[in-house]
């Protein structure tokens, strides 16, 4: 009895093991990497629609782990954010022409509900007959949007401006306690910094325009920070 016990403790175990192996977890997708449209680049692909929208086609390389996709696309002139859900990976989007964009994916595994973003690229899409594109909207890098600073002194300004040009001539800082801020405090800046004067305890808005070399002029979003 010992013995038939033991044997068909053993079956149990070996089939309680096999389960286990027929239903793995599955797996964390891996992170999308982007190929099309390019990073800081100008997007000449595209089927015309009129003359002032062309459709494009996104795409990013296949990754293990993951059986759905979700594309976003952020118009940086408007501000204005449109996300769609494949399988593929690719996804033709209809845009404005002659605008600035950002995007990136974010790939998805349905069985465990787990996902994993890829990198943000910029791109401009291009219009007929530019022969000069305006400068990306600088990104905001610190102070972050909603942060608090106990320190009134050495408030340091950081981005980071791109052109699909290479033709940044220079950035201008805006700064105030309301918003839109209209106070200029800095101008002609070739470094992507600038420290402030002493700040009173109060809550900030600040953006930065960004100036190339044919005179174009971009505003950044607008970010927010307090002073305590």
Known sequence: MKKIALILGLVIITLACNSKDDNPRPTK?????LLFPEKDETCTQGVL???NRSSITFEWEPNKGADNFTLTVRNLLSNRIETYTTKETFKEVV??????????VISINTKSGDSTTSNLWKFYNAGEGVVSYPPFPAELIN?????????TTNIELTWKGTDVDNDIKEYEVFLDSLS??????????SDQTHTLA??????YYW???????SG???????GEFRIE
């Open 29 to 33: 997708p891996e992170v999308a990497t």
């Open 49 to 51: 629609i009129d003359q």
């Open 95 to 104: 845009l404005s022409r002659n605008t600035p964009y950002s995007w990136f």
């Open 143 to 151: 102070p972050k949007t909603g942060s608090t600073s106990y320190n």
């Open 180 to 189: 839109p801020p209209t106070k200029n405090v800095a101008v002609g800046l």
């Open 198 to 203: 002493p700040l009173s305890s109060n809550v």
């Open 207 to 213: 953006y930065v325009n960004t100036i190339d070399q």
């Open 216 to 222: 174009n002029r971009t505003p950044s979003s607008i």
